[in-house]
């Protein structure tokens, strides 16, 4: 049985409203397609009727707004609308305990609140990230207690998202997409939903459990490249080399079917998928009886980068005879990454913590976050401009190079004399750092130059590591 309509396109309800659920919801929409959108947050769906969108991603405003403008997108917290959709895509939030297995509330409300409104005929695709396992034996059980037999009266798959926050909606219509289905007609309903749907390529896993995989697998490695971007880039430090050159000749030479791919080195990782989808991998491991290393091992390495960004920062200002107590620190940028205003789990925190605990008055900016949501999470609100956070700051910490701050013009901000420059995640080229330093800063980046303390690790940020995880790795 093919669960989809014989002729014409589906009509698409994406459970979840979140980040993932709008950027699909806003591409299908695009596409030509009938979107239901559904939410439990109230808030979420009237912000949306007043065209305002609470997602800071380049160009999802005006899709989601030209979809509902347009008629082929509405959203709703009316969860029996899904009962009018051909297809549900299940996009909701799938965060880890403490202990790395999967905090599923959110998973189990939105199955057992859609179970009652499924109708034969009817395509679910999960797309939350999941352990292996979860869409046959959690998923497949909660929307059967509908009556209907999943396979049989619906259709049931699991297809990964696998976007990066900034480059969504162009990985959306680029990137394949991986399928794994509960029998063979469920496998083709989903394959044929998004080369319909999108018109990209698609990539059919065997089992559902293969397709689970597939999205672990992604951030398993991309953590773990990290990590040794890392502690080369620590390395570099030791030696004065710039690992920025070092990185881009050690990925000259072929291996595989391309070539060596070290990625780049940063104050950190965040965002909520890499700093949980590992500890998914190890907690999934232990449960059959395997000890894995390099899931906690990444995610050790990188939860440590906060501290040692701290610590560089603190390092520059004792090699000018400034104390910490003393000292004024501008954090520009507090998001995970550039170019984006998500918060979660962010490595900026870690910094500005460790910094703090050092004495440091630390102030900071970032135009793309909300600034109740960073007040809540750093304590303080931010600064309302670049000139009004770096102002008498003896260190200007760049932790997330948004566009708003590539044009900034550092030679005429009004920082103290001899200002630290600590480049976080900027990548400044040698041309910029040559202009940066003859306007009288003292630039350090992570690997980039000789550290101004023999163990700049000494001072070490709070891990990101779940503790109860940190504890059973101890035992």
């Known amino acids: 049985m093919r669960f989809l309509p014989g002729s014409g396109r589906p009509t698409v309800a994406v ?60 959203v709703t917290t009316d969860l029996a609308e899904a009962a009018r959709a051909d297809v549900v895509l299940i996009t909701v939030g799938t965060p880890v305990r403490d202990d790395g297995s999967l905090a599923d509330a959110q998973l189990r409300g939105a199955a057992r609140d859609l179970a009652p409104h499924l109708r034969a005929g009817q ?6 990230t999941v352990p292996p396992g979860t869409t046959r034996d959690l998923l497949r059980p909660l929307l059967e207690a509908g009556g209907l037999v999943a396979g049989e009266d619906f259709g049931l798959a699991f297809s990964p998202e696998r976007l990066a926050e900034g480059t969504a909606l162009r990985e959306l219509r680029t990137f394949p997409i991986v399928t794994g289905g509960l029998t063979a007609d469920c496998a083709e309903s989903a394959a044929g939903l998004w080369r319909e749907a999108l018109g990209v390529e698609v990539l059919p896993m065997d089992t559902l459990e293969a397709a689970e995989i597939v999205k672990l697998a992604d951030n ?38 391309g070539n060596v791919n070290i990625l780049l080195p940063s104050v950190g990782v965040g965002g909520s998928c890499l700093t949980k989808d590992p500890w998914m991998v ?17 995610r050790q390495v990188n939860a440590g980068m906060p501290g040692y960004t701290a610590s560089l920062v603190l390092a520059e200002l004792a090699a000018q005879g400034k104390d910490p107590a003393e000292s004024v620190v501008a954090v520009l940028g507090l998001a995970f990454k550039n170019d984006t205003g998500d ?58 190079l948004h566009r708003d701050f590539r044009g900034i013009d550092f030679a005429a901000l009004p920082v103290a004399s001899g200002c630290v420059l600590l480049d976080g995640r900027a990548y400044y080229p040698k041309e910029k750092i040559a202009e940066l330093r003859a306007a009288g800063y003292v630039y350090r980046g992570i690997g980039r130059g000789p550290a101004a303390a023999k163990d700049p690790a000494a001072v070490r940020a709070v891990p990101s590591v779940p503790r109860s995880v940190r504890l059973l790795e101890a035992g």
Request: hydrophobic share 50%.
């Open 343 to 400: 918060l979660r789990a962010t490595p900026v925190a870690g910094v500005v913590e460790a910094l703090r605990a050092a004495g440091v008055t630390v102030r900071l900016h970032d135009p793309l976050v909300d600034a109740g949501a960073a007040a809540g999470l750093f304590g303080q609100l931010p600064e309302p401009s670049v000139e009004e956070a770096v102002r008498g700051a003896d260190a200007v910490a760049v932790l997330a």
């Open 282 to 298: 190890w907690r999934t491991a232990r449960e059959h009886g395997l000890r894995f290393q390099t899931a906690p091992a990444g």
């Open 123 to 128: 395509l679910v695709v999960l797309k939350s």
């Open 220 to 257: 398993w490695w991309i953590d773990l490249n990290i990590a040794l971007s890392n502690e080369l880039a620590k390395l570099c430090g030791v030696y004065g080399a710039d690992v920025l050159d070092v990185i881009a000749a050690a990925n000259t030479i072929p291996k595989g079917t």
């Open 15 to 74: 459970v979840g409203f979140g980040y993932v659920g709008s950027c699909v919801a806003g591409t299908l929409a695009d596409r030509g397609l009938d979107v239901i959108g559904i939410d439990s947050d109230q808030r979420l769906v009237e912000e949306l009727d007043r065209r305002e969108c609470r997602f800071n991603e380049e160009g999802l405003a005006r899709l989601l707004f030209a979809g509902l403008d347009a008629g082929r997108l509405r």
